[in-house]
């Protein structure tokens, strides 16, 4: 587990806040998030980058909704982007809280196949869960605490608990790229030892919340 380093002075307190809650409250009725959940699923099958955002941005409404947060705008992208030379990134996804939006990746980075759909939800949950820091716990930024990972795996798992080990199933994302998954600022990253990155690393998609 990769968590960041606490800061100094002031933002400390919400930080040591952060990593002191490992809950979240979830919906009484969790069938309604898992049927747009199963939405996501089917729209990634189909391809079409257009159609997934679609389905995420009902997800992400419907969560909004329920968290009395203001809802959060999202993009899903076609093949995650590479960065780095000795030291290979792969973006998963990220989220910036200065336009609260969400950007996510539908493709792997070399053989651009459609990532699993567990992979893809779990990123969902987890930008989700930088955009609750900010608006439902008021916090001054959103660190990868102990207390972060634990509330982004509240929320993941009862909607993609019907899928059996599809719902965490990497298979396809470790054929792509055979490293392990860190996860870096605000965004979900796999890095990777002794490999190159097309174009040598120049991808300037990669952006930072």
């Excluded at 919906?27 to 309604?32: C, I, K, T």
């Excluded at 419907?62 to 982007?81: D, H, I, T």
């Excluded at 609260?100 to 053989?111: E, H, P, S």
């Excluded at 929320?155 to 599809?166: C, I, K, M, Q, R």
Aim: hydrophobic content about 30%; proline content about 4%.
């Amino acid at each position: 587990m990769f968590t960041d380093k606490p800061p100094e002075a002031k933002d400390r307190a919400d930080y040591l806040e952060s990593d002191r809650i490992n809950t979240l409250d979830l919906p009484q009725d969790a069938r309604l998030l898992s049927e747009i959940a199963k939405k996501v699923e089917a729209a990634m099958q189909t391809g079409n980058t257009t159609e997934v955002r679609v389905a995420c941005a009902e997800f992400l409404s419907e969560a909004s909704r329920f968290y009395q947060v203001p809802k959060c705008g999202v993009r899903v992208l076609e093949a995650r982007p590479l960065k780095g030379r000795e030291w290979v990134t792969e973006l998963f996804g990220d989220y910036d809280p200065a336009t609260m939006l969400i950007r996510l990746w539908m493709r792997t980075a070399r053989k651009k196949e459609i990532t699993s759909y567990g992979t893809f939800l779990s990123t969902l949950c987890h930008e989700f869960c930088h955009h609750l820091d900010y608006h439902l716990f008021k916090f001054s930024d959103s660190w990868h605490t102990r207390g972060f990972y634990e509330r982004t795996a509240v929320l993941y798992p009862p909607w993609s608990a019907e899928n059996g080990s599809e719902g965490r199933k990497e298979s396809r994302d470790r054929e792509d790229l055979d490293g392990t998954t860190q996860e870096c600022s605000h965004g979900i990253y796999r890095r990777l030892q002794g490999q190159k990155s097309d174009g040598g690393g120049s991808t300037s998609t990669v952006g930072l919340g």
